[in-house]
C-alpha cells in the first residue's frame, strides 16, 4: 500500500519560514520524480517544485528564490524549505509521486501565511 505524508504546514507570519516534508513508503523511492503542489480556495491546484530522480529541480516562477525542494532517498523524504512566505502562499500544499503510469498523492498539509 502506498501512503505518501505530509507535515509540516501551520500558520506563519508574512517574511516567516516553514519546511514541509513528506514521507513515502510503498514505493521505490528513489525511482520517483517527486513534487510539490498547492492549491488555494477557489482555485486550481498549481505545480510549486520538482525534484527529479537525479537530484534536479524545477520551481514556479511564483516561488524562485524563496522555496527549495530537496529528497533524502535514505529516509524515502522529500522536503520543502519555504522562506519569505507571502499571504499568497496561503493554501493546502500536496506532495506528489510519479514514474511513467503511476502517480500517488499525499492527503495535503494547510501553510497559512498572515499576520
Known amino acids: 500500500q502506498v501512503q505518501l505524508v505530509e507535515s509540516g504546514g501551520g500558520l506563519v507570519q508574512p517574511g516567516g519560514s516553514l519546511r514541509l516534508s513528506c514521507a513515502a513508503s510503498?514505493?521505490?523511492?528513489?525511482?520517483?520524480?517527486m513534487g510539490w503542489y498547492r492549491q488555494a480556495p477557489g482555485k486550481q491546484r498549481e505545480l510549486v517544485a520538482t525534484?527529479?530522480?537525479?537530484?534536479?529541480?524545477s520551481y514556479a516562477d511564483s516561488v524562485k528564490g524563496r522555496f527549495t525542494i530537496s529528497r533524502d532517498n535514505a529516509k524515502n523524504t522529500v522536503y520543502l524549505q519555504m522562506n519569505n512566505l507571502k499571504p499568497e502562499d496561503t493554501a493546502v500544499y500536496y506532495c506528489?509521486?510519479?514514474?511513467?503510469?503511476?502517480?500517488?498523492w499525499g492527503q495535503g498539509t494547510q501553510v497559512t501565511v498572515s499576520s
Open positions: 506528489k509521486a510519479d514514474r511513467g503510469s503511476w502517480a500517488y
Open positions: 510503498g514505493i521505490i523511492f528513489r525511482l520517483f520524480t
Open positions: 525534484i527529479y530522480t537525479g537530484g534536479s529541480t
